[in-house]
């Protein structure tokens, strides 16, 4: 029999600085507490599952999503990630866990709310040719997106990253998330990641550990490395000067996998840094305090 706990709470945003907190327990004890940076368009949430006996099982849906819990959380619990695209829009989402056990479930529904986020606007000037790609770069460009589609619909059934995610460099990154760009005055596709300036042929680290799901050189990103960390989850490194490693090689939280360049659709040394969660594009300093030690 399936017992549904429904709680209409509304959870609202905390600021960038702060954490979210959401906890769905179910009338056994079992439960799953959701934390963020924010609540917000563009942020990745982390849900811990505390089962009250043995064998239980849970499952979550949210956003038209379902997702299972997986070893590899914080002390070792089960836990899941989960990326709000940061083209969501604002509003109330429901939240539902269902708890398996021994045949029985327990559904336990809350509701989410997501804060507005707002983005910059800039204007970059930039060789014309990187801006509209000339006809003799449009078979290219196609083969690149069928490589980069193949890549992202690949799953890794299980979490290959140890412990939290680092930053790849030690440098600042800069705030432009998500920021709306126009390239000599024409706009283009949102900026889903972070720049990152730093010396031309600096280290880059892999930001937890995976393996390389890709490393070539793309028309508009350049020198490129994308790492799966399991669960379709990846993270990307854009505008590298070499690349370090191979695809389908496994790298460890730290490694250095690539240098920090300027190739591709770029105006100077630095590292995009982005991050993709199931299809969701997040923005990757959501990930470095998620608390997955």
Not at 86 to 92: D, E, K, W
Not at 144 to 156: N, T
């Amino acid at each position: 029999m399936k017992r549904i706990l429904s709680i209409p709470l509304l959870l609202a945003a905390c600021s960038p600085a702060a954490w979210a907190f959401l906890r769905l327990e179910a009338p056994s004890g079992a439960a799953v507490e959701i934390t963020a940076r924010a609540l917000q368009p563009g942020e990745m949430l982390l849900a811990v599952f505390y089962p009250s006996g043995e064998g239980q099982e849970a499952k979550l849906s949210f956003l038209d999503k379902d997702y299972d819990f997986l070893p590899g959380g914080p002390s070792g619990r089960r836990f899941a990630l989960v990326g709000v695209d940061f083209l969501t829009p604002p509003g109330s989402y429901k939240v539902e866990v269902v708890i398996l056990d021994a045949g029985r479930k327990e559904a336990v529904q809350k509701y989410l709310r997501l804060q507005e986020r707002s983005f910059s606007r800039q204007n970059i000037k930039i060789d014309e040719r990187l801006v509209i790609a000339p006809p003799e770069a449009e078979e290219r460009l196609a083969r690149e997106r069928r490589i980069l589609a193949e890549v992202y619909r690949s799953v890794i059934p299980e979490w290959l990253g140890s412990g939290g995610f680092a930053a790849p460099l030690p440098d600042k990154p800069s705030p432009n998330f998500g920021e709306h760009r126009l390239y000599n005055g024409v706009p283009r596709s949102r900026h889903t990641g972070v720049d990152i300036s730093a010396a031309q042929d600096s280290p880059i680290w892999a930001s937890n550990s995976g393996r390389v799901a890709l490393a070539m050189d793309l028309y508009y990103s350049g020198l490129t490395v994308i790492i799966d960390h399991g669960l379709n989850i990846f993270t990307v490194y854009c505008h590298c000067s070499r690349l370090d490693v191979q695809e389908g090689q496994s790298v460890g939280r730290n490694a250095v996998i690539a240098a920090v360049g300027s190739t591709g659709r770029s105006t100077g040394s630095h590292l995009h840094w982005s991050v993709r969660a199931r299809g969701a594009r997040v923005d990757p300093l959501s990930l470095l305090s998620l608390g997955l030690e």
